[in-house]
């Protein structure tokens, strides 16, 4: 039934959208990652109508599906004189939607980060900034490890949708391949080989990772 | 911008949520009992049950929900089985859910303190009876949060069985696209449709943890 | 005596053949038995399927009715909406029995599908910004950005044509899930042309005309919609009964009513296409 001469003709081009989706993904859950963070860190000035803010940046990006806010933003920029290409609105859609999320799991570390061992670096003369940097920090990373990485895989998986936005990643060139040679069997597993093999990756590098914090 | 055209075609963008909406809590539900069993299955000592639990789990997380529904749609065929759209929808988004829920409940059973079963089983309880009355009650309150964000994903996510002929609030605001001519408006109603309907669901979900909540009120 | 027995020997034959026509499937008794078609289209391809009011509608469900009403009285059908790359796949793997959607006929499309008669022309033209002066000739989007549907024929068109163009071809070429978000970046200025069939865009140009513009010149071969069967015997006699049903509102004058009606003009259409020249 599986035809696997078929399997090596799309491979190649298969091969060529993974490494969009690879790359477009990487780039954007490191600036998400970078948001996340400055805006958790953000939160925890004593500043109301900036809590009014990110509650409602967090609560509208988490809200809403992602297709849609990449199709705003890309086929809405523009008539607010905004025309990014494909490809940055791609990151700066996916970045967003990735800072949303990761800032309510920072926002949840800081909050476990014991009050005890603040206040032993206030004592010790740590700056407020130094307090940050060293002790919450750090001890938050920890704890928010496991969460992260479960956001970051649900998020490569729904970088699928970036081909509503003409980004050719991996799925829009299995479609294309399906409307072009009428096959469906072939590369709709191969598309969820290629999916399933990057997302455990990420999920084997992270249990590395968290090993490595703990015993630190 | 000019929404006239869009709030016209409000009752058929209403139509498509309740599709939302009644495929998204069905999914939920049948996730739940299959997320339930995994969960048990994951946790029992017998290895091959486990070995198949977490087989679930690790290609459920692994693949995306489009792909999911695309070969639950286009393959089955081949080997002479019928699916139709809405089975393929609901199967997708069901296995979708539950290997996700497998895990939330599986890091619920965790945190709870060992102590309860042995003093349920000294009193006489069957095992069943200690999984029904004593474990399932608290895993239900310590999870709360984890399945409220999981409820939000699955609506969210259930946009995508646009591309297996359900015609859904995505789709609906498509067809209007194709005939008003006014992409930006129209998703931008739709945007705000997601998020009406995920807020509700946050919202219950936080009313449900604070009734459940064991701190006296 | 022996004419009774020739008689019942017939019968018997009869009986026979009959019985060795239903053990070779056939999708058009399957349809008849179960009392249910079902149909894919790609709602979104003003005029000849879209949704209004919650119906699909336009020129193809106008004719579908038509024949359905006639030949197929009684039958349910069971109408999906389906993005377009899904419709042929789908229809080769079984999802569905037939494909009414204007599909442009080509030949490799041929080799995989077989197509009813000609329900329109599908010559693929260019779609530009009104007023945009710098394109007077399809020619003139060498150096220029440009797109089309993925998985349509017009993209092939357009493939080829730029391939004629020699050295100096287009930027780019962007391939869009539907046409809607292609006309959408034309809109916006992300590309300069959208290559199209000159009566899929009839209903845009006329509902936004500060917008686009359809040039009159068309590129690529003379190409038609039809609908789509399966290859196989089981679907053939599906296929006659298409046939049958849409010729006749050809010689009517029912086709050209409809065509009035829904694109705004009328096509002279051959009855049968032959070898498709793309």
New interface residues.
Partial sequence: MIDLTALAEFAPAIWRGLLVTVEICAVSLMLGLVLGLVVALLGRLPFRPLHWLIRGYVEIWRGTPLLLQLFILYYGGPSLGFTPSAYLAGVLGMSLYTGAYLSEIFRGGFDAVPPGQIEAARMLGFTRLKTVRHIEVPQMLKLVVPPTTNQMISIIKESAVLSVITVPELTLTTTRIVSETFNVVEPYLLLGLAYWSITSLVAFASRRVERRLVQA | ?DFTAVIAQL??LV?GAQTTVWLSVAALACGAVLGLVMCAARLSGNIALRAVAAGFV??F????????L??L???P???GIETT?ITAALLGLTLNTAGYQTEIYRAGFLTLPPGHAEAARMLGFSRLQIARHIFLPQIFRVTIPALTNEA??VV??S??L????V?EL???S??????T?R??ET??V??VF??VL??TV?WTGRALERRMSLKPA | MSKLLTKSLMLTLAGLMLGSTAARADLLDDIKKKGEVSVATEARFQPFEYVEDGKIVGYGPDMMKMVFEKYLPGVKVKQLDLPFQGILPGLGAKKFDVVITAVTVTKARTERYAFTTPIAEATTGLLKKAGDDSIKVPADIAGKPVGSQTGAAQLQVLKDFNASLGGKGVSEIKEYVGFDEAYADLAAGRIKAVAQSGANVAPLVKSKPETFEFMKETIGPKTYFGWAVRKEDDSASLLALLNKGLLELKASGKMAELQTKWIGFTYDLPDEIGEPAQ
């Fill in positions: 911008m009752p058929r139509a690790s290609v997380r692994g693949l995306p929900l489009l792909v999911v695309l070969i749609f286009y393959v065929p081949n080997f759209p939000v994903d969210k996510s946009g995508l646009s591309v297996i002929a015609t995505l789709r609906v498509q067809q209007i696209v194709s005939s001519y992409p930006l998703y931008l739709c945007a997601y998020f995920s807020s946050s």
